[in-house]
């Protein structure tokens, strides 16, 4: 998160600990875009995703992962993650 904190056009809003954290989040902050990382604890990353959705079906969350051929990428879609991100995606601007 520390990337986008230097965005000019990027505010950083919260960050969570864990799964169950991201969604009490959620509904507290409703951001524009939500970026969940599939491996985190209390609640993974598709639970939470799943049950943000749940409330908020118009929501935006972009899955990251260390993996291109992870499993929980399209389980994470299907629970409605609009995209993903790799965590060692290089900078493109």
């Known amino acids: 998160m520390a990337l986008l904190d230097h965005e000019s056009d990027?505010?950083?809003v919260?960050?969570?600990r864990n799964g169950q954290e991201a969604v009490?989040?959620?509904r507290?902050?409703?951001p524009d875009v939500t970026l969940m990382d599939l491996l985190i604890s209390v609640m993974d990353g598709v639970a939470a995703i799943a049950a943000i959705c749940v409330e908020f079906p118009s929501?935006?969350?972009?899955?990251l992962t260390?993996?291109?051929g992870d499993k929980n990428i399209y389980r994470g879609?299907?629970?409605g993650a609009k995209g993903y991100l790799l965590k060692?995606?290089?900078?493109?601007f």
Do not use: E, N, P
Request: aromatic residues 8%.
């Open 14 to 16: 919260a960050q969570a």
């Open 59 to 63: 929501a935006r969350i972009v899955l």
């Open 28 to 30: 507290q902050h409703q």
């Open 24 to 26: 009490t989040m959620f």
């Open 77 to 79: 879609l299907q629970a």
């Open 66 to 68: 260390a993996y291109d």
């Open 88 to 92: 060692d995606a290089k900078r493109s």
């Open 10 to 12: 990027v505010k950083v």
